[in-house]
Structure formats: structure tokens, C-alpha cells
T-cell receptor
């Protein structure tokens, strides 16, 4: 596949459970971003990975959120003890420079 | 802190009309500005990227302009088609090393 892929496409979970969202970026893209899009809201930046540098975690809303990027490629966003306000579409994007290529997103619903 | 505003929030036009979408940003010291399109249930697709030194970029029926001094950008769509119906988002890159700051988007409906 030539584009950014994300899995699962939809995730329904119960309040208090942990979830993991996966992003497979375009091969060779050094930068990877996670954004969150809530209903009626713009995109909210969560975390940014650039090469081997320490990630920019300034957008993570709480310590229940964490992300890692293994081998400079696949990234996993983990949300612990999910809350209803975590319900949103989680979008991943990768970039070779500054033009972003987005994945289709994971729609998370916390009941 | 950079803030990006898009007006209107929603727009409905008949097919064939030319239209303008507006984007404003509070800090004019930007690196570049991008316009994206988002179809329902899908991710974002980059349409146009304007570097801070540029005034406009064109792609087909789309033309984006940038006026840094006034903190404004417009996306002009000529001869609109029903297939143009989507949400259009504007995003500002402040420095080349910071995440893009997005507006909330304009939801466009082109009626056949």
C-alpha cells in the first residue's frame, strides 16, 4: 500500500478499558503525527515523532495517553482507563518534510 | 499561541458557482499554510501548500492565496461541482519544526 494505514478503523470499548491504536506510515517518511478530531471540533495535536529525536508530547491531554514508534516506522497510541470524553477520531499522518499524508483514522467510541 | 479560524463553518452553493473559503490566523510569522480536504469518514488530503514567501498556489480549479501581513488565506474554487462537497481545512505551520495548527473547517455542499 502506498498510503498511511491505521487499524482498527472502528473501536468500541467500555469506560475504564485500555485501547491501542496502530499507525503504519508511508515507508521512508521520517515524521509521524497523531491528531484527534472530536465532533464539531478541529484537529487537536497529540504527539509528534521526528526521526530519532525525542518525541514532542506537548499535545497529550493526560498521562493516560502515550505513544511509541518502533524502528522509526509503526506507531502505537495507547489510551489507558478510557473515558467517554476520549471518544473521537484518531488520525495519524506521516511526512517526508512538511506536507502531511493522513491515514483514514480510527473512530473510537467509549461507552 | 497560534489560533486558526475558518469562516463560514458551512456553505451550500448550486453547482457551477465560484466560491471562496476564508482562513485567518493570529500570528503572522508563519512558515507555510496548507489547505486540506476531508470527505466524511475519511482522512485528510492535502490540496495546496503555500510557503511563507509565496502569494498563491494553483491546482486545477483551486487557487489558494496568502496574505501574511493581514493573517489571511483564501481558497477559491471555480465552477464548483457536486464532487467538491467535503470539509475544507486550513492549517498553519509556524516554524517548520512544530505541529500544524488546524482550523475547524468549512463544510461545503455543492447542490446539483
Amino acid at each position: 500500500g502506498a498510503g498511511v494505514s491505521q487499524s482498527p478503523s472502528n473501536k468500541v470499548t467500555e469506560k475504564g478499558k485500555d485501547v491501542e491504536l496502530r499507525c503504519d506510515p508511508i515507508s521512508g517518511h521520517t515524521a509521524l503525527y497523531w491528531y484527534r478530531q472530536s465532533l464539531g471540533q478541529g484537529l487537536e495535536f497529540l504527539i509528534y515523532f521526528q526521526g530519532n529525536s525525542a518525541p514532542d508530547k506537548s499535545g497529550l491531554p493526560s498521562d493516560r495517553f502515550s505513544a511509541e514508534r518502533t524502528g522509526g516506522s509503526v506507531s502505537t497510541l495507547t489510551i489507558q482507563r478510557t473515558q467517554q470524553e476520549d471518544s473521537a477520531v484518531y488520525l495519524c499522518a506521516s511526512s517526508p518534510a512538511r506536507s502531511l499524508f493522513f491515514g483514514p483514522g480510527t473512530r473510537l467510541t467509549v461507552l | 499561541k497560534q489560533e486558526v479560524t475558518q469562516i463560514p463553518a458551512a456553505l451550500s452553493v448550486p453547482e457551477g458557482e465560484n466560491l471562496v473559503l476564508n482562513c485567518s490566523f493570529t500570528d503572522s510569522a508563519i512558515y507555510n499554510l496548507q489547505w486540506f480536504r476531508q470527505d466524511p469518514g475519511k482522512g485528510l488530503t492535502s490540496l495546496l501548500l503555500i510557503q511563507s514567501s509565496q502569494r498563491e498556489q494553483t491546482s486545477g480549479r483551486l487557487n489558494a492565496s496568502l496574505d501574511k501581513s493581514s493573517g489571511r488565506s483564501t481558497l477559491y474554487i471555480a465552477a464548483s461541482q457536486p464532487g467538491d462537497s467535503a470539509t475544507y481545512l486550513c492549517a498553519v505551520d509556524d516554524s517548520g519544526n512544530t505541529p500544524l495548527v488546524f482550523g475547524k473547517g468549512t463544510r461545503l455542499s455543492v447542490i446539483a
